[in-house]
Nanobody, 127 residues
Framework: QAQLVESGGGLVTTGDSLRLSCAASGSTFSSYTMGWFRQAPGKEREFVAAIAWSGNTYYAPSVKGRFSISRDNAKNTVDLQMNSLKPEDTAVYYC?????????????????????WGQGTQVTVSS
């Protein structure tokens, strides 16, 4: 069983950058597909980005070109670098892990396919 802990959230201004990090426990982290989701007040949880065990990545259209997901299997961490932040990026950001292996991260855009979740970290972007 994996435990996920997010960090790095905060309050920033439009155009700023922020880096979120997710630390995972468990010896099989390197085989997991890791994802980032977000949920704004009154809205459904939405997919942001995913990275497969192969290193393949996949992004939601709303963040492609601005956000970058990466993983360090030696440290059991997955990061989300967020650049050119906008007020609409304001949300609680969640890290998630899927235990089923797939070479392509695009196979994991749906929250129900993930097995483990972190507690979330707040990102607020002021205009």
């Amino acid at each position: 069983q994996a435990q996920l802990v997010e960090s790095g959230g905060g309050l920033v201004t439009t155009g700023d950058s922020l880096r979120l990090s997710c630390a995972a426990s468990g010896s099989t982290f390197s085989s997991y597909t890791m994802g980032w989701f977000r949920q704004a007040p009154g809205k459904e949880r939405e997919f942001v980005a995913a990275i497969a065990w192969s290193g393949n990545t996949y992004y939601a259209p709303s963040v492609k070109g601005r956000f970058s997901i990466s993983r360090d299997n030696a440290k059991n961490t997955v990061d989300l670098q967020m650049n050119s932040l906008k007020p609409e990026d304001t949300a609680v950001y969640y890290c998630a892990a899927a235990t089923a292996r797939h070479i392509y991260a695009s196979a994991y855009p749906t929250a129900t396919t993930y097995d483990y979740w972190g507690q979330g970290t707040q990102v607020t972007v002021s205009s």
